[in-house]
């Protein structure tokens, strides 16, 4: 995933009011700015300068190359003179891209001992910024405002974020993911409207028979298998048993076997993602463990037991956070310690945690599953490391979809945990434990996550204005109160059917 493919465009507006001289230093700042961008290691994307647009037509065939430019990920406005904003309409109307409006100044500080008239004409953006924000609140638009110097870092920094969640934006638009088998029976939230998701987030998710996937499974060339078997052996510390002349090495086989046949069904349907579920495994001799942390860890979507909008979430936060340290992985509030003063969730699942979150070299083990009926599956065993992360949830609430995220803070384990056979991650909710478990549930959480130990709040927030999603925060101000007020306003909000789906 590199970021620099892709292509934010800086449309700064203008009118011919004031003049060729005046047009022509307006283009050349927004050269500079875009440069400046474009130099920052701290902006992940490419800026792409755009002529500066004076008239309605300019700015409605601006807006319209945006929607169709495969690499236009969303675009900058930013009005360094006054330009009328009805001559904006047109194109706002027909803009299918995020918008960031940033509002900025090409000179820092006033110029005391100078300043003219004709400096006055050119920084007009305190004011001409302020014509095209109200055009866009009027016409009810979504979007970011960054509001400082363009040269200032919390500018940069909110660009960076902004320019980050649309990539995973971009990233869904057409995205295909499968779902191998259907949804765990009776389980509720991990269901929901897979037409209304294609029609508000832009992927699609069909379902194909595990035989579809045990039949590529069964193509896979023993050679092949060894390759991927001496790979594991070079990356983990595998067990004794695993190994080659080991009791269950052939186990070890039968991984890398799924391994291969699911990479080469994900790859040959141009898939960013997949579910599946242990009630359906027929023909497949193993859960897949080790072949899922593997694929999450290479870019792919994922969600257990059917969970299609967390697999979707997952691949839309790796795609955010390429290039960053740290990982993403799928996640589950799995058991709880309540210790008091020392209050702590424990996350894992029955196999599948990515090991993009591992705070060391992972072990590769084999353990019986305990539900599911199949042979003991392999996979990969670590701890995660400690500090600040997010964990995210994507749920239906039957007339709209939530993005509900909260703040957490990892912590190392208190102590070894030795007869545990899945990777784990240890954090505190934020507020705290009390109140960030009642806030979740009372919002609908859902106990599947993409827990993110490199994206933030503000990612997620801004993903949630591009994707139209209602977003719930809870963190540290979060007052249950307050919350559940927020949450019947939100309900209240979303009865206006312009606002729901
Ligand atoms: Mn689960």
């Known amino acids: 995933m590199d970021l620099k493919k892709l292509e934010v465009w800086l449309i700064t507006g203008s009118q011919h009011l004031y003049g060729d001289e005046t047009l022509r230093q307006v283009a050349e700042h927004s050269g500079i700015i875009a440069d400046a961008f474009n130099h920052s290691t701290q902006i992940a994307i490419r800026i792409v300068c755009k002529p500066t647009v004076k008239t309605p037509d300019e700015i409605f065939r601006v807006c319209s190359d945006a929607n169709i430019s495969p690499d236009c990920i969303g675009i900058i406005t930013w009005m360094h ?242 290039g960053l340290p740290g990982g993403n992985s799928f996640m589950e509030d799995y058991t709880y310690h309540f210790e008091p003063d020392n209050q702590l969730v424990l996350g894992a699942h029955m196999l599948e945690i990515c090991e993009s979150i591992a705070d060391s070299r992972p072990s590769c083990e084999i353990h019986p599953l305990g539900i599911g009926g199949k042979e003991d599956p392999v996979r990969l065993v670590f701890n995660s490391g400690e500090g600040p992360a997010i964990n995210a949830s994507l749920i239906d609430l039957g007339n709209r979809f939530r993005l509900l995220v909260n703040e957490v803070i990892a912590v190392a384990p208190l102590r070894a945990l030795p007869k545990l056979p899945v990777a784990r991650v240890l954090w505190k909710p934020y507020p705290d434990m009390r109140a960030g478990c009642a806030a979740w549930i009372l919002a609908g959480g859902a106990h599947h996550t993409c827990y993110s130990q490199n994206l933030g709040a503000v990612h997620m927030q801004d993903f949630a204005e591009m994707a139209g999603l209602e977003f719930v925060l809870i963190g540290k101000n979060t007052d249950i109160y307050q919350l559940r007020n927020e949450l019947r306003w939100n309900d209240a909000y979303y009865s206006d059917e312009r606002k729901a789906r």
């Open 81 to 322: 003179t006054f330009s009328p904003a009805k001559m904006w309409i047109r194109g706002l109307n027909v803009l299918h891209k995020p918008i960031l409006h940033l509002h900025t100044q090409f000179n820092r500080d006033i110029p005391w001992s100078d300043i003219d008239m004709d400096f006055m004409n050119l920084n007009q953006s305190a004011h001409g910024d302020r014509e095209f924000g109200h055009l866009l609140t009027r016409m009810r638009i979504d979007r970011k405002i960054v509001a400082g110097h363009w040269q200032d870092e919390k500018t940069l920094d909110q660009i960076n974020t902004w320019s980050r969640a649309a990539a995973g934006w971009h990233d869904w638009q057409g995205a295909r993911f499968v779902r191998f088998g259907d949804n765990m029976r009776q389980v509720a939230v991990t269901e929901g409207d897979k037409v209304e998701a294609e029609i508000q987030f832009g992927y699609s998710v069909n379902t194909h028979g595990i035989g579809d996937l045990v039949k590529v499974i069964g193509q896979v060339s023993e050679e092949s298998i060894d390759k991927l078997v001496s790979e594991y052996e070079e990356k983990y510390v595998v067990s004794d048993s695993l190994r080659k002349g080991g009791q269950r090495h052939d186990s070890l086989r039968e991984a890398a076997r799924i391994e291969r046949g699911l990479t080469a069904f994900l790859e040959e349907g141009n898939y960013k993602g997949f579910t599946d579920t242990f009630e359906d495994l027929h023909g497949l001799r193993q859960l897949p463990g080790i072949a899922t942390q593997r694929l999450m860890a290479a870019g792919f979507g994922f969600g257990a037991e059917g969970d299609w909008k967390t697999a979707a979430l997952v691949r839309a936060m790796k795609v955010m956070a390429a």
